[in-house]
């Protein structure tokens, strides 16, 4: 079995770039909010949204931009979910339209095998510009390791919040949404409503008959 996460939001329980702009005021905070709910919402052509988020917090230090990134707060649950998937043997992916800064931690802290992100661009080092590979069709970036994996459609869950992360929906034929926007709650399998990922660990239970926690 697979399992696919969404990062912000989901196994991170924040938003990076607004919670960088804080570091440039509150006017600057509102103006990120602003494009990034817009974006989540998919409101908005997301990957100039991202691209006009970063652009306007260019300047900002490698060394805060670092150590924001490692101090984000890890979704609540979200370690006693992944021990739980990784005892049963699943593998477990993340794919992000946040960046490297911030998913790399995810390998060790909640053992996932496969992370795909965007890239930060600094120069100097200061942060000036964004290489996206991960679009707003996250799933094209999931299907090459889908297939080198031998998954298919039933071995698949998925765990999202946002309007971007829609088209992974196609890849899986149980998606939960968590906490998430109207058009994903209106299309997931399952909803979950409480920040807490360890509450998808008896619902799972339930959908596999998985009757004990493996040792």
Request: proline fraction near 3%.
């Amino acid at each position: 079995m697979l399992v696919i996460f969404d990062v912000e939001g989901v196994l991170l329980n924040a938003e990076y770039l607004p919670v960088l702009a804080k570091l440039l005021g509150p006017k600057k905070e509102e103006e990120i909010w602003d494009i990034t709910n817009k974006g989540i919402r998919g409101e908005i052509n997301w990957e100039e949204g991202l691209k006009e988020r970063v652009h306007a917090l260019r300047g900002i230090e490698y060394s805060q931009a670092y150590r924001i990134a490692q101090n984000l707060e890890i979704m609540p649950g979200a370690r006693e979910l992944c021990s739980f998937l990784k005892g049963l043997g699943w593998k477990l992916v993340a794919v992000s339209g946040g960046f490297n800064i911030i998913t790399d931690r995810l390998h060790t802290e909640l053992q996932i095998d496969k992370i795909f992100s965007n890239d930060l661009i600094f120069r100097n080092g200061k942060l000036d510009d964004v290489h996206i590979r991960v679009t707003s069709d996250k799933s094209a970036s999931v299907k090459k390791y889908i297939e080198e994996n031998g998954f298919v459609r039933d071995e698949i869950i998925v765990v999202v919040d946002g309007a971007n992360d829609l088209k992974l929906f196609d890849l899986s034929a149980f998606t939960v949404g968590f906490c998430p926007v109207e058009v994903i709650r209106d299309k997931a399998n399952i909803v979950i409503e409480e920040k807490d990922l360890s509450s998808l660990i008896p619902i799972i239970k339930e959908k596999f008959g998985i009757k004990v926690n493996p040792p």
